[in-house]
């Protein structure tokens, strides 16, 4: 079995990185295979994560996980390598690092087709196929060139903690933009349930609220012949 030194030497080649469309769509048998998956962004990508931060990044590595090709779910397996790339591809489908990177850009939450066509232009993964390894102690044990922006080693980076406030800041915008949702669902509520009410006082209300009847005239009260 490989050691973590020869793992990290090819899961963190940042030269080898490749569109995760490349994974998800190839026919190669092996991407179908368990694995570790390096993530990292393009020059566009790491400039408007950093927009954002307000700080450099100290690399273009995003994170790195596990694909152990333990499950099989509607018919593909999508904890291979393969299937890990079509993760961030599909909003269909969770993804970790989706969620991970929307508090960092103004494109909606993690499922919206927006943030998924971004990340399908600017982040790109380095798979790493590995059957009969231990993934779980490669995983841990692997050492990246650089930090990685959502993978704390040791002690957390002064970018990672300005990635800690960035979150926060995320979560209570989303939460005050709930507020002012349902705020107005209530308000739209009550005036349908108000207007009911009114129209139900009328219908079945006291005569004196009811229209006036207007009187029918026959032939012989205007002189008609039949």
């Known amino acids: 079995m490989p050691t973590a030194t020869e793992v ?7 030269d080898a990185a490749v569109p995760p469309a490349w994974i998800a769509d190839g026919d190669s048998v092996r991407w179908h295979q368990p ?64 969620i991970r990177l929307w508090p960092l850009l103004d494109l909606g939450r993690e499922r919206s087709p927006r943030l998924v066509d971004w990340v399908a232009r600017h982040v790109l ?43 926060q800041e995320a979560r209570e915008k989303a939460a005050a933009q709930r507020a002012v949702l349902r705020a107005r669902l209530d308000a739209g509520r009550a005036l349908a349930a108000a207007r009911r009410a009114a129209m139900s006082t009328t219908e079945g209300g006291s005569p004196d609220m009811l229209p006036a009847r207007v009187p029918v005239s026959t032939p012989a009260d205007t002189g008609e012949r039949t």
């Open 8 to 14: 990290s030497a090819a899961l963190f080649v940042q």
């Open 35 to 98: 694995g570790l998956m390096s993530a990292w962004l393009d020059g566009e990508g790491r400039w408007a994560v950093e927009r954002r931060l307000g700080t450099p990044m100290e690399g273009d590595l995003l994170t790195w996980w596990m694909a152990p090709a333990d499950h099989e779910r509607e018919g593909a397996a999508l904890d291979t390598l393969a299937g890990q790339a079509r993760r961030l591809l599909d909003p269909r489908l969770l993804s970790l690092l989706r």
């Open 125 to 167: 993964v380095v798979p790493v196929p590995l059957v009969g390894s231990d993934l779980a102690a490669l995983n841990l044990a692997v050492q990246p060139p650089c930090p990685a922006l959502f993978r704390v080693v040791g002690a957390a980076t002064p970018v990672q903690h300005r990635l800690l406030d960035v979150r």
